[in-house]
C-alpha cells in the first residue's frame, strides 16, 4: 500500500521504478485444512496470494520463504502446481528459501523453485509417506463403551480407530502410500534433474538432512538467506514486498495449529477436534526437532 501510495507521487514514481522488486511469499505452517484455530496451507486460501505475488507490477522473479513440516500430498501437489503455472505464464524465475524445516510436503513446495537455498540448520528432505493415527479398541471396552457402526460396503470403515488392527487393511494403506510415494519421487526427479548426487535408495528413503548435508545430495542449490542472497542477484536496491495469505483475527490474536498428516479426516471444526489437531501438528514439528 505504501508503495502504491509513493508510485502516484510524480517526483517520486521514477525514483522507485528504478528499484527491482522480487515479491515474497511465505510458505509457513503445516500443509491441509484448518479450522477456527488452527492455519493450514492449501491451495484454495493460497490462490489469491500466488496470484498476487506473479502478478506484481515490476516484478523481475518471485521468492518463496518455505517453512513446513509437510501434511497432505494432495495440497503440496495442488499449491506447487499452482506456482508453477503461474511461473510459465509470467515467465519469472521462482527462488526458493528454507527457513527452520521444508521436509516432506514442505520439501514439495520448495520443488516448486528453480533454485532452492536453505540455511546451513535449516532441515530439509523427508521424501517419504506417513499416516498416523490411534488406536482406541481397548479403552472403550475398559470403559463399557459399545461401538455401534452401521455400513454399505465391507471396506468403509478401513482402520477404524475402535477396532483391531486388521492386517489385510494395513497391507492395502500401504500400497496406497507406496502409489503416492512414486509420484512424489517422480516430481523429485523431474525438479531436480542432473543435480542429485546420491542413490535413490538413499534420497527416496524418507530421511532428511541440514541444509548442508542437503546442498551436499543435491536436494538444494546452495547455502543462503533470503535477503542477502536476492541482493547479490538483483542488487543492494532490490525490493523484497512480503506476501501473505490473509488470516482471520482469532488465527492473529492467538496463532494457528492444523490438521496435518497425510490421511486427513475432515473435522467438523469443534474445538476438541481443533485441540487434537494442534497436538497432532504439534508432534508433526517436533518429528524434526523444532
Known sequence: MIYKLISRIPGL???SKNKPVVPVLRLNGAIGQGGALRSGLTASALAEPIRRAFSTSGAKAV???????????VQSELIASRIRQHAEEKDLKVYVFCEDVAASGGYWLACAGDEIYASKASIVGSI??????FG????IQRYGVERRVHTSGEKKVILDPFQKEDPDEVARLKEIQAEIHE????MVRDRRQGKLNAEESELFSGAFWTGQEAY??????GLGE??????????EKVRLPLVEPKQSWLKRKFGGASLSTFFDGAGDGS???????AAEERALWSRYGL
Open 216 to 221: 551436499k545430495l543435491g536436494l538444494i542449490d
Open 13 to 15: 514514481r521514477r525514483f
Open 63 to 73: 521468492a518463496l520463504a518455505v517453512n513446513s513440516p509437510g501434511g497432505s500430498p
Open 226 to 235: 533470503l535477503r542477502q542472497t536476492l541482493r547479490g542477484v538483483f542488487g
Open 136 to 139: 482406541f479398541q481397548d479403552l
Open 183 to 186: 509420484h512424489f519421487k517422480a
Open 271 to 277: 474445538w476438541a477436534g481443533d485441540l487434537l489437531s
Open 128 to 133: 517419504g509417506v506417513v499416516a498416523a493415527g
